[in-house]
């Protein structure tokens, strides 16, 4: 732990790697809660604004690490989330025992067991705290966030969970944040899509689309993909808050899962197809909301 950072606050040092979409609103919330924070991200560009707010900078993610007690990793896939942690001048180079990693990142939760695994021989506790709700969510320290790991570790950390997100919830050993994580995104994808065929209807109908929505708003059909994305669609805005590839990505994950179990989802199939058309059609940078082009070619 370096001396320089640690007398800078009461608070603990933390580690931020990564600074997408969901990874620099979240290192911004714990700079603007007084925690001194360090961050890296593999286009150094991206640490310009938080270096300007306040944080640290470093090189590399065993740098971050150095400088923090906690680190929170958030990167796009399983084998992002190895390499941050164990490649060359990965973090574990940096943890010493003691020490908390934190990975929000959504990624296979057998891997994440196996991660946690290797930390611990370092003495180092591993929670598995992946989020939902979106960029605007990490703006604004609303982020829903299910945690997975050792009971102990997960209180220590409990305040600076608290300062980027609203429900912060402890759901069991390592891997079943994850596992939360998954039925989220499966109940989210297929929520999507019922929000876009939904969309596809009333066009075909040929209602007034903005007081058809009005009313299905006021009424029993009401849910949070129809309230959040159908004005997007009515706008054609299609900007990605989460984007339509790294939903796909969450949904292999969920797939493989339930191939291994040898659950059957149809809902959760047609969901899944219509998102692998998606990005199989080149629109995996578009939000998610982008789902109901699948249905109005």
Request: hydrophobic content about 45%; some cysteine; overall charge negative.
């Amino acid at each position: 732990m370096n001396e320089s950072v640690k007398g800078q606050s009461q608070k603990t040092a933390v580690g931020v790697i990564g600074l997408g979409i969901m990874g620099a609103p979240i290192a911004l919330n714990l700079v603007k809660s007084g925690y001194p924070v360090t961050v890296y991200n593999r286009t150094a560009s991206k640490c310009t604004a938080l270096q300007q707010a306040g944080a640290r900078v470093a090189a590399s993610p065993a740098g971050a690490a150095a400088e923090s007690d906690v680190v929170i990793a958030v990167v796009s896939d399983t084998n992002d989330v190895e390499d941050v942690l164990f490649g060359p001048a990965g973090a574990v180079e940096g943890l010493t025992s003691g020490d908390v990693l934190i990975d929000m990142s959504t990624i296979n939760p057998l891997a994440s067991q196996r991660f946690a695994a290797r930390l611990d021989e370092h003495g180092v506790d591993f929670l598995d705290a992946p989020v939902s709700g979106g960029q605007k969510g990490a703006e604004n320290a609303t982020l829903a966030i299910m945690v997975g790991g050792k009971q102990a570790a997960f209180e220590r950390c409990s305040d600076i969970l608290a300062a980027v997100g609203k429900t912060v919830v402890h759901v069991g050993p390592n891997g079943h944040g994850l596992l939360t994580k998954m039925v989220n995104q499966v109940t989210a994808a297929t929520s999507l899509v019922a929000m876009a065929e939904c969309m596809h209807l009333i066009r075909q109908t040929g209602v007034d689309p903005e007081k058809a929505l009005q009313v299905i708003l006021g009424g029993a059909a009401r849910s949070g993909m129809l309230e959040n994305y159908s004005p997007k669609v009515l706008q054609e805005d299609f900007a990605p808050g989460f984007k339509i590839k790294l939903m796909n990505k969450d949904l292999r994950i969920a797939s493989e899962l339930l191939q291994a179990s040898e659950v059957e989802l149809p809902t959760f199939a047609t969901a899944r197809e219509a998102f692998n058309s998606c990005e199989a059609e080149g629109m995996g940078e578009l939000g998610v909301q982008g789902v109901f082009k699948a249905y109005s070619k």
